[in-house]
């Protein structure tokens, strides 16, 4: 199973590539999806991070009070580094497992921290979404009616575009209309469905 990594910035558009490869047909494992459904009550992960946490990192219900763990974070500079050694290897495994499990030519793995979070190796091969900051900014203002300053603070702590670029099998631009982005996203699936499992290091077609 070829496994592609899509990853990008804030705003650069990953999830509608996403969803565009998943009308083709391809499976899309999502990193901040399982992310989610790994904290749920009864779940391993949870349990984890109680015992690293204490049981302060619950609401009453038993759920994960993410509020609470944000603030956690922001007080204790060494809490993010714990939580992630407990999520990020979880999350990889899981993603691994259902991949295994497919039978489509290749599959999409969505990892919007993939650099930042050095998880080159999970993939074959590295598809980045990217478009100028300026864009980026102005999608997400539209998007989540963030205002500009924090929407740099998040571009700001999240790897650069030339980090980003540096890793790349394939880009894509997104800096035109949603026909062009379709367009794109058609002629790299035909790329892929070519491509065998494991082969890396080719660029764009
Ligand atoms: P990301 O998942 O990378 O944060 P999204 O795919 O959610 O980004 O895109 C951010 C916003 O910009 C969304 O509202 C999306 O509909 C819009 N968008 C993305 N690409 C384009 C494009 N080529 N043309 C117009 N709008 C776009």
């Avoid at 497992?97 to 990892?111: D, V």
């Avoid at 631009?173 to 035909?190: C, F, T």
Wanted: charged share 25%.
């Amino acid at each position: 199973m070829l496994k592609i990594g899509l990853t990008g910035g804030i705003g650069s558009g990953k999830s509608t590539v996403a969803k565009l490869f998943q009308q083709l047909g391809i499976p899309v494992i999502d990193a901040d999806l399982i992310a989610h459904q790994l904290v749920r009550p009864g779940q391993p992960a949870l349990g984890a991070l109680v015992t690293e946490f204490g049981p302060a990192i619950l609401t009453s219900k038993g759920e994960l009070d993410r509020s609470r763990l944000r603030e956690l974070i922001f007080h204790d500079h060494t809490a993010k580094t714990r939580l992630e050694a407990i999520l990020h290897p979880a999350v990889f495994a899981e993603m691994h497992r259902r991949a295994t499990g497919l039978q489509t030519p290749y599959c999409i793995l969505a990892i919007p921290l993939l650099i930042e979070t050095n998880a080159q190796s999970m993939v074959d091969r590295i598809l980045v979404i990217d478009c100028p900051e300026r864009l980026q900014i102005e999608r997400v203002k539209r998007r989540d009616g963030l205002d500009e300053s924090l929407i740099k603070r998040i571009l700001a702590s999240q790897a650069s575009r030339q980090e980003r670029l540096a890793h790349a099998h394939d880009i894509i631009v997104n800096e035109g209309d949603l026909a062009m982005l379709e367009r794109r996203v058609k002629d790299l699936h035909l790329y892929y469905l070519k491509l065998k499992p494991n082969q890396h290091g080719n660029h764009d077609p």
